[in-house]
């Protein structure tokens, strides 16, 4: 691996670290995409260990910030108040984790409906 792979993949380590995971690899698949911000980014929702809800985006280098919830009732109606003060294109509102019939307000993602 190169030097600036290695540096890369360090800092997501270390923002794995900071949500609770001992992996990048582990807070992946807890991690669900929401919806896409200009120039291709994107927001985030990632399961911690202990159960509760991250939210963050990706935009800059990782670590990222990131913001906790208690509830996913919380989580969604946060993201759905920011993707809305925003004002995108409904377009942009892309939550995975989501069969057609789901619905997101009330259910968390689910990882067997990840892209």
């Not at 923002?15 to 992996?23: D, N, P």
């Not at 009732?73 to 809305?84: D, G, P, Q, V, W």
Request: glycine share 6%; proline share 7%.
């Amino acid at each position: 691996m190169n030097f600036f792979k290695k540096i890369f993949f360090s800092k997501y380590e270390q923002f794995a670290k900071e949500l609770g995971y001992r992996t990048w690899s582990e807070a992946s698949d807890n991690t669900f995409f929401m919806f896409h911000i200009p120039e291709d980014g994107g927001w985030y929702v990632t399961e911690l260990p202990n159960r509760t809800w991250a939210v963050w985006n990706n935009e800059g280098d990782p670590p990222y910030s990131f913001v906790t919830f208690l509830t996913w009732s919380e989580t969604i109606r946060y993201l759905r108040k920011l993707f809305n003060e925003y004002g995108y294109p409904e377009t942009y509102w892309a939550p995975e984790g989501y069969g057609i019939d789901d619905d997101m307000f009330l259910n968390p993602p689910q990882k067997d409906k990840k892209l």
